[in-house]
């Protein structure tokens, strides 16, 4: 046929192997995930030192003014609220989640159990 150096069609050239890919593997591009803050963290980086104050409120029905007038040291205000139902957690009036409240060293806290 030729000379011993014939090319075949659809032959890579020099320097690419199969496929179209670089015959020397340690030259391939590589793409790493994006090692710094995304978008959405560097939108709220500035909101997150940003203290707010957090309600946990037990509701209590039919409590009139007589009532409010009528407190005193000691007294016990019943709610309509069962021990193990969960109470709501809001921030400046906006409902976050529902909690259950805990004794922890003698101290009141809330377990988050669903978000609202």
């Known amino acids: 046929m030729g000379s011993g150096s014939e090319s075949f069609a659809g032959a890579a ?3 690419v192997g199969a496929k179209g890919l670089p015959a020397d593997v340690s030259t391939v591009p590589t793409y790493a995930e994006p090692s710094g803050p995304t978008k959405r963290e560097e939108k709220y ?3 997150k030192g940003i203290p ?4 946990v409120s037990i509701p209590v029905r039919r409590f009139q ?3 409010v007038l009528a407190l005193a040291v000691g007294q016990v205000i019943a709610s309509r609220w069962l021990e193990g139902e969960d109470v709501p957690l809001a921030a400046h009036g906006a409902q976050l989640a529902w909690s259950e409240v805990e004794v922890i060293d003698q101290k009141l806290a809330v377990r988050i159990t669903r978000l609202a």
């Open 65 to 67: 003014v007589r009532s």
């Open 45 to 47: 980086a500035l909101l």
């Open 52 to 55: 707010i104050e957090v309600d």
């Open 13 to 15: 050239p020099p320097g």
